[in-house]
């Protein structure tokens, strides 16, 4: 990275900036990795200049070609970034101008690098929650399709972190689904917002350039120009907006990292994780800790604190565009990153995750978990469900008096606490007649999972 002076706008002044301010106010360093979108936003803006009669189409040619030719030299990693230049704009202009000479510096005619950042940060986003919601679907898919295989499986459900009531294993994956299609939907609504384009609000009052904003968004895809200049320039909600659905997310994403690595311990044994999402220790040789969900459990945090900077970065600002704008991006960026690789790394390891399905349905007969459907019994042979209640909260207090589950006390020992129970209680007492009696939409019966298993699919393959 180079160091001069900047003749972007040196104009007015007498000396150099300070050589320290100049790289405590530049923002190239992490700005550049918008420079696709600040390419493709300048390509869009001299056609725009073109057809209204600001550049000659021997202009607005040279430009599309000079722009090319930067784009294909910061890919070959051979474009020469300058802190001078402050920023991914300037550097992209004087790159520009070198190449096609006095021309390039008619590119920014009618614009601001106020109203250009706000609309690369918008096409960047865009481009980002794409690949995001890609992976948040590919990790759908693979719960889906395993909801489908555990249909059947049994496992303890849990309330207050103590076994409630049976459940199928397929009913839980579906459940972290749920979750997952509101923050699909969540994200795609959040690219509504972003989808409007700020370019022409310049610095802050628009321009007198005789300039067609509604062309300039066609080009670049966007569903509309912005309303309001001095709101373009300045509102940063849509960046806040996308940090609050990530963090939602986020937070989605380490419940299901707590229950695995819950799960995937020696106390538990309720599923294994692959060996290569997994590390070990350089100690103990028997470990093999969960990691990924580990690690995805904790950067949440971080995307939080993401969400709250932008907040407080906003927060009192003046309109309209302010230098302290810049420092939205750290956070956007680190934001997409941490939630695109936990996605990822998610969807990469949810299609081989196995169930340990003997221990799942040992866990599930230990703890009571039928007692609500003996309550429910004996509420079906005429008694208030307060008094089946306590008939079966003394059924419990002697099973763990006598070490018995439920279901392997006989009719007698039962019969102690309900004349009203006779022999097709054993029905009801199993994990299977239990699960299955839970018959109806959003309930675990094996044939509601895969009935909605279904119908999860249809909605992901409609997108
Ligand atoms: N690097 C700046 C940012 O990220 C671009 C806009 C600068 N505008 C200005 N008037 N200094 O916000």
Not at 300 to 317: A, C, D, E, N, P
Not at 383 to 395: C, L, S
Request: net charge negative.
């Amino acid at each position: 990275m180079s160091d001069s002076t900047n003749s972007s706008w040196g104009g007015r002044f007498s000396e150099p900036t300070d050589a320290f301010v100049a790289r405590y106010t530049a923002s190239v360093t992490f700005d550049q990795r918008m420079y696709r979108q600040d390419i493709q936003g300048s390509i869009a803006h001299a056609r725009m200049l073109c057809k209204v009669g600001v550049l000659t189409e021997q202009e607005r040619d040279d430009i599309l070609r000079g722009l090319e030719e930067v784009r294909i030299e910061i890919e070959r990693g051979e474009f020469e970034w300058s802190v001078a230049l402050e920023d991914v704009h300037m550097n992209i202009e004087a790159a520009l101008t070198k190449k096609i000479g006095i021309t390039g510096k008619k590119l920014h005619t009618g614009r601001s690098r106020n109203d250009q950042v706000a609309t690369d940060i918008r096409l960047y986003l865009r481009d980002e929650i794409d690949v995001i919601n890609a992976e948040l679907t590919r990790l759908q898919q693979g719960l889906v399709e395993l909801a489908e295989k555990e249909a059947d499986t049994i496992m303890p459900g849990f309330t207050h972190l103590q076994t409630a009531q049976p459940v199928t294993f397929g009913h839980h994956l579906l459940a972290w689904n749920a979750m997952l299609t509101r923050d699909f939907d969540r994200l795609q609504d959040c690219r509504k917002r972003i989808n409007q384009m700020p370019l022409g609000a310049a610095a802050l009052a628009g321009t007198t350039y005789p300039i067609d904003r509604h062309y300039t968004a066609e080009l670049l895809g966007f569903d509309a120009p912005t309303e309001n200049s001095l709101d373009s320039v300045s509102d940063r909600d849509f960046a806040i907006e996308f940090t609050s659905a990530a963090s939602l997310i986020m937070m989605h994403m380490s419940r299901f990292s707590e229950e695995l690595v819950l799960w995937a311990s020696a106390q538990f044994q309720f599923v294994d994780l692959p060996d290569r999402f997994c590390t070990g220790s350089s100690i103990m040789p028997q470990k093999k800790n969960p990691d990924v969900p580990e690690l995805v459990r904790g950067k949440t945090g971080r995307v939080y604190g993401h969400m709250i900077s932008l907040l407080t970065l906003m927060k009192s600002q003046p309109l309209a565009y302010n230098k302290d704008n810049q420092e939205d991006k750290e956070p956007l960026f680190d934001t997409v990153d941490t939630l695109r690789d936990s996605l990822r790394a998610f969807a990469d390891m949810v299609p081989h995750l196995q169930a340990k399905k003997e221990f799942m349905y040992e866990a599930a007969k230990r703890g009571f978990s039928t007692a609500t459907d003996l309550a429910d019994y004996v509420v079906r042979k005429g008694i208030p469900f307060r008094d089946a209640h306590e008939i079966v909260g003394k059924a419990v207090a002697y099973g763990v008096q006598t070490g018995k589950d439920l279901s392997e006390m006989t009719l007698e020992e039962l019969q102690q606490f309900s004349s009203e129970i006779s022999a097709d209680v054993f029905d009801v007492l199993t994990l299977e007649g239990s699960v299955a009696a839970r018959d109806h939409i959003g309930g675990t019966a094996p044939n509601q999972v895969r009935a909605a298993a279904a119908r999860a699919k249809a909605l992901i393959d409609a997108r």
